[in-house]
């Protein structure tokens, strides 16, 4: 009899611990979608396909990233001067930031550090450090629309909308200046580099295919029919073929980065605006404008879900961190004394590798005592597995200020 107690006793635990990882479960990837016309930023719990709480933001809410660690959403107000900055913890606006007239892009660098923003109205590119949350840099540009970064951080592309003046203009991010500009004839659209940055593809107004553009020479070097008014376009890391989204027929076309050639289509619903890839690069998320509603997809079956969200949807970020790391398996590079990304998510049973991409030896120490590095030297790669959920804090020993950590969802 006593023995039948404790056991029920021992039940009820398990079905505290089993609810509390349910809720880890729940707060596993979220997509955040700008609703230009209502001013707010919808989000969606990629595992429920629901929506699951609304977040006023400036007026014409436009341009969208997402830090790397997925804790930070940036947007811009169209109609407005400001960016609104959400904690995804809490999905709350937790600073506003006056930006100049009429933000329109934004794109983080690689390291998270900064944040660009086109300031359409005031025709210059804003910078903003992501740290102190002020504006640091400015640089002229004319009429800047979208704005897309090279993977190692050096260039950044803007679009120019000066009418008689459409171009790319090219920024050195080093020392911050505009260092040519590539004429165009139309009026540029969205542009975006491949994940690699072997290839920079953008679309234009009024022309029913993709630019492909070669970064190396500058050159368009190939054109993807697509059907009428193609918009957003990119090569993702996660996924084998290319995605672009086509206003006019409603689909997203795939299309081989190699050949340049169409795949296949995929409908979608009315007037689709953005694209974001899930992490495991198995799900795409599709703004619909036209139709108030986002269409989840299936790339490997086609199959679509849709899910209504604000009105006219435009921009969409998804977080990463955690699909990403189960499909590639997350790395952490140790350069210039310190761990990149600072905080690094997995889901459980996923693997960490560290490289040490320093000049000097360094460790990763756990301070939870749980197996480390003792001493990793240049060129060296250490790999943990953790098969747990949780929050681990780890430093290098050598060097105490270098800290990070690895969170582990719950599968
Ligand atoms: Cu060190």
Redesign the pocket.
């Known amino acids: 009899m006593y023995y039948f107690i404790r056991s029920g006793f021992a039940q009820l635990l398990l079905t505290a611990v089993l609810a509390l990882n349910s809720g880890f479960a729940a707060s596993a990837p979220k997509a955040y979608i700008g609703n230009f016309a209502d001013n707010t930023v919808s989000v969606i719990d990629t595992a429920a396909n629901k929506v699951i709480a609304t977040i006023p933001v400036e007026q014409g809410p436009h341009g969208m990233a997402i830090s790397n660690d997925g804790r930070t959403v940036y947007v811009t107000g169209d109609g407005s001067s400001s960016l609104s900055i959400i904690d995804t913890a809490t999905d709350r606006v937790v600073k506003t930031v006056e930006v100049g007239k009429a933000p329109n892009g934004v794109a983080l660098t690689p390291d998270g550090k900064l944040l660009l923003v086109t300031v359409y109205a005031e025709d210059r590119l804003a910078f903003l450090d992501t740290t102190t949350r002020a504006l640091v840099a400015s640089v002229a540009v004319p009429k800047p629309h979208t704005v897309s970064i090279s993977p190692d951080g050096k260039w950044a592309y803007i679009t120019s909308q000066e009418p008689g003046h459409f171009a790319l203009s090219v920024i050195d991010l080093a020392t911050r200046a505009v260092v040519r500009s590539i004429p165009l004839e139309k009026t540029p659209r969205d542009a975006e580099f491949s994940y690699d940055g072997k290839a920079f593809y953008f679309t234009e107004a009024g022309v029913s295919a993709v630019q492909v553009l070669d970064p190396a020479s500058d050159k368009i070097v190939a054109e993807i029919p697509a059907g009428v008014s193609p918009h957003f376009v990119n090569v993702f890391r996660a996924a084998t073929l290319g995605m672009v989204v086509v206003q006019g027929p409603g689909e997203v076309l795939l299309f081989d980065p190699a050949t340049n050639r169409e795949a296949r289509r995929i409908g979608v619903g009315k007037q689709p605006h953005w694209l974001a890839l899930s992490g495991d690069g198995k799900t795409a998320y599709v703004t619909n404008e036209g139709s108030n509603d986002i269409s989840v997809v299936d790339i490997a079956s086609g199959k679509t879900t849709t899910v209504g969200v604000g009105k006219a949807p435009r921009k969409i970020v998804v977080q990463q961190a955690s699909g990403q790391a189960s499909a590639t398996g997350a790395s952490v590079s140790?350069a210039g004394?310190a761990f990149g990304p600072q905080t690094i998510t997995v889901n459980a049973g996923g693997s960490v590798t560290w490289s040490n991409d320093?000049g000097?030896?360094?460790?990763v120490t756990f301070k939870d005592g749980s197996a480390g590095v003792k001493s990793l030297s240049p060129g060296e790669k250490f790999t943990r597995v953790f098969d747990r959920a949780g929050t681990y804090e780890y430093?290098?020993?050598?060097?105490?200020y270098?800290t990070a950590r690895v969170m582990v969802n719950a599968n």
């Open positions: 140790i004394f320093d000097s030896p360094h460790t430093f290098c020993s050598f060097h105490p270098m």
